[in-house]
Nanobody, 128 residues
Framework: QVQLVESGGGLVQAGGSLRLSCAAS????????MGWFRQTPGRQREFVAA????????YYADFVKGRLTISRHNAKNTVYLQMNSLKLEDTAVYYC?????????????????????WGQGTQVTVNS
């Protein structure tokens, strides 16, 4: 049984940092594309970042602009999202996802339907 468990969310002031973790079981993060999405009430789930299984190529949404970094630790079977310089508009539930592909272009990583497994989400709230 595949499980993705996010943690690390919370309340942070604008300009602050958080590191989200996604602990995987039942699959290996080293053989899947791992992604982070976010969602706010009334809006569709939005792509944030993804990392490939081979070579570790990374992909980011335009709004990230160098503030967020996705990484993985294969031995811990965990994926991370380091979030710096947080803004009020980063407030959302953040979801971890895993996909087996195929992914034919960089835009494929941004499509939630391309992912096969999802975590339950972790709330990030940025206040002023």
């Amino acid at each position: 049984q595949v499980q993705l468990v996010e943690s690390g969310g919370g309340l942070v002031q604008a300009g602050g940092s958080l590191r989200l973790s996604c602990a995987a079981s039942g699959l290996s993060v080293s053989t899947h594309v791992m992604g982070w999405f976010r969602q706010t009430p009334g809006r569709q789930r939005e792509f944030v970042a993804a990392i490939r299984w081979n070579g570790g190529n990374t992909y980011y949404a335009d709004f990230v602009k160098g503030r967020l970094t996705i990484s993985r630790h294969n031995a811990k079977n965990t994926v991370y999202l380091q979030m710096n310089s947080l803004k009020l508009e980063d407030t959302a539930v953040y979801y971890c996802a895993a996909g087996v592909g195929p992914y034919y272009s960089s835009t494929d990583y941004e499509v939630s339907g391309r992912y096969d497994y999802w975590g339950q989400g972790t709330q990030v709230t940025v206040n002023s």
